[in-house]
């Protein structure tokens, strides 16, 4: 059983909440086979710039970081750019929800011991999380 709290800690304030928690607790329930606790915080550039620096050592914002803090049980964080993820929806012309969406499916799949570093490997993750879009919004 995983446990799912979502913040918005951003500027944007008509983020679904539950729907968030809805959809990592469904890939979470689908892929991570162990107890624990997901926390899931939208926030601004500055703070995933700054997270990306301290503990990435990568001098830019992104759109999503992923934190394990334990293994067993699970304790794991997932850091969303709010910002990032309502430019992002524009340049790939879906809408701000399906982008914050497929972003917190993404952090929940590094959680379950996906990886993305290599182009084989980002193409793979990115059909998973497709898929699983897919099978929120069709339940939506």
Do not use: W
Request: hydrophobic residues 40%; glycine residues 4%.
């Amino acid at each position: 059983m995983i446990n799912i709290n979502v913040y918005n800690e951003s500027a944007i304030k008509y983020i679904q909440v539950k729907l968030l928690a809805k959809a990592v607790k469904y890939v979470a329930d689908k892929e991570i086979k162990r107890k624990g606790n997901i926390t899931v915080v939208i926030c601004t550039d500055g703070f995933i710039h700054d997270l990306n620096i301290k503990y990435l050592k990568h001098d830019y914002p992104t759109d999503v970081i992923t934190f394990e803090i334990e293994d067993n049980p699970l304790e794991g964080e997932i850091y969303i750019s709010g910002e990032t993820a309502k430019m992002q929806s524009l340049d790939y012309n879906v809408s701000f929800r399906d982008e914050i969406l497929r972003l917190a499916i993404h952090g929940a799949l590094h959680l379950a011991g996906y990886t993305d570093d290599t182009d084989e490997l980002r193409l793979k993750m990115s059909q998973i999380e497709d898929k699983y879009l897919k099978e929120i919004k069709a339940g939506v």
